[in-house]
């Protein structure tokens, strides 16, 4: 049973950090890339970090180049995502997934990262 469960939100300052993990069960976790994700109520989910099995190679959405940085570790079913000067459009609850399920009913109950003074 595929599983991903995400924590490491909270309630930050303007220009704080927050370092997001998702912990994946239920597939061969070093076989696949990763994405963390990240929606709006109301808005359409944003792709914003992708990185392959291997770590061999990252990609970033422009809102988070620079900011974040996405990494795994194969040994514990783990890929984080370090996101740095957050900013308050940066709120929104934050999901990891594997590219190849999107599609599916598999998404974890996210982890809600809010920016606010």
């Known amino acids: 049973q595929v599983q991903l469960v995400e924590s490491g939100g909270g309630l930050v300052q303007p220009g704080g950090s927050l370092r997001l993990s998702c912990v994946v069960s239920?597939?061969?976790?070093?076989?696949?890339?990763m994405s963390w994700y990240r929606q709006v109520p109301g808005q359409e989910r944003e792709l914003i970090a992708y990185i392959t099995n291997s770590a061999s190679a990252t990609n970033y959405a422009d809102s988070a180049k620079g900011r974040f940085t996405i990494s795994r570790d194969n040994d514990k079913n783990t890929v984080s995502l370090q996101t740095n000067s957050l900013k308050p459009e940066d709120t929104a609850k934050y999901y990891c997934?594997?590219?190849?399920?999107?599609?599916?009913?598999?998404w974890g109950q996210g982890t809600q990262v809010t920016v606010s003074s």
């Open positions: 239920g597939f061969t976790f070093s076989d696949f890339p």
């Open positions: 997934m594997t590219p190849s399920l999107v599609g599916y009913d598999y």
